[in-house]
């Protein structure tokens, strides 16, 4: 069966200091993946997408992702965190197959200690 | 350009209603898709249109339905309200799956 795990439901680091959200997938097709972010009210906005081009892939706002095909992860990462990355973090995995599927991550809160 | 654009933004309906949102997607985008968001639930796959055809539906009960228009534009109808389909309710439209989504700013649904 095809899932997407985010590994942490909360976490809380300090302005200035590195951001890692862990996303591991289940697939038996090769998939696309992607990091959405909202912030309250909001829509999704894309932060960056994997498609089995380049496995670490560069996003808006500094954040990047590895995808790490032995490890079945796609961990998002920024070196340094400002304010106005406190938001919901989602990952997302699009399944190509007879019926694709879209399939979401449970979501991280990102929440940043001035 | 203008963005996925979803209306009305905020809605309150009786239990028992009918509710149609609405979706206009980025011009020149064929697929669209629908989301339901709760805190319970998280964000939960509606369905896809391209091209007019829905193309892959969640698991939703047959109470919502959906269509899509000549014009890419696309409806989310829900019958019968119930309390549970308090929702944000996310509209997304794409060129092509493989480069991502852009997504509306949703309608707030609370149904009374």
């Known amino acids: 069966a095809q899932s997407v795990t985010q590994l942490d439901s909360h976490v809380s680091v300090s302005e200035g200091t590195p951001v890692l959200l862990r996303c591991n997938y289940s697939s038996s097709y090769s998939p696309s993946l992607f990091w959405y972010v909202q912030h309250p009210n909001k829509g999704l906005q894309l932060l960056l997408k994997y498609t089995s081009a380049a496995t670490l892939v560069k996003g808006i706002n500094g954040f990047e992702a590895e995808f790490k095909k032995s490890e079945t992860s796609f961990h998002l990462t920024k070196p340094s965190a400002h304010m106005s990355d406190a938001a919901e973090y989602f990952c997302?995995?699009?399944?190509?197959?007879?019926?694709?599927?879209?399939?979401f991550g449970s979501g991280t809160r990102l929440s940043i200690r001035p | 350009k203008a963005g996925v654009t979803q209306t009305p933004r905020y809605l309150i309906k009786t239990r028992g209603q009918q509710v149609t949102l609405s979706c206009s997607p980025i011009?020149?985008?064929?697929?669209v898709s629908w989301y339901q968001q709760t805190p319970g639930q998280g964000l939960q796959f509606l369905f896809e249109?391209?091209?007019?055809?829905?193309?892959n539906k969640g698991n939703f009960p047959g109470r919502f339905s959906g269509r899509q228009f000549s014009n890419s534009r696309s409806e989310m109808n829900v019958s019968t309200l119930e309390l549970g389909d308090s929702a944000l309710y996310l509209c997304?439209?794409?060129?092509?799956?493989?480069?991502?989504?852009?997504f509306g700013s949703g309608t707030r649904l609370t149904v009374v």
């Open positions: 249109y391209f091209s007019e055809t829905q193309r």
């Open positions: 011009s020149g985008h064929r697929s």
């Open positions: 997302v995995v699009t399944l190509y197959s007879s019926a694709s599927k879209i399939i």
């Open positions: 997304a439209s794409s060129v092509d799956r493989a480069r991502g989504y852009t």
